[in-house]
């Protein structure tokens, strides 16, 4: 993020404080899609990660008052949204439910109608297995990276990991998601 983006930050965030309205809604476009998107890719279920972008803009709101901006904005926020995730999973898995047939069956395809989606089945189901076998924090890079749109900057700062680390740990990730989409597609056209 240049310069000149945290000044606009800081001054929604200031303005937004001030109860200026059209600020609070300049936030709310700017990184709800965002938060939303890398939300879904971390847990693959729409209604949850909308309900925990929600609950993200709700712990803004509480906190906006005695927020101050040192260009730290997007960390924190991003901070929030993965803590909310970690939390909502960490809470499920103590409360685990029986999963329908129906609900299994939608895991095995990918949801029509995404409009964004301008890649073929097949390779979006390769894509989401080959994620699927990395671990989780190398997912979570992949996912700020290139979900999120956050730099590597931002990554280092939320994640208190140096950049060189992360910039290796993304590179190896990617080249592992390489591999395992190829491995993938051969079995698939066996």
Known sequence: MTD?????IAKWLADAAQGDENAWRLIVSEFSPRI??????Q???ADLAEELTQSVFVTLAEKLGEYTEQGQFQSWIFRVAINRLRDEMRRRTRHAKPTSQETLSEIEGVADGDGYR????EQILSLEQAMDELSSSD???VDLRHTAGLSFKQIASLL???VGTLLARHHRALA???ESIERIQKRASK
């Open 4 to 8: 000149g983006q945290d000044d606009r």
């Open 160 to 162: 208190n990991e140096p």
């Open 36 to 41: 939303f998107g890398l939300l879904k890719a």
């Open 43 to 45: 847990c693959r279920d």
């Open 176 to 178: 592992r998601l390489r």
């Open 139 to 141: 997912r979570e890079i």
């Open 118 to 121: 301008t890649i073929e089945r």
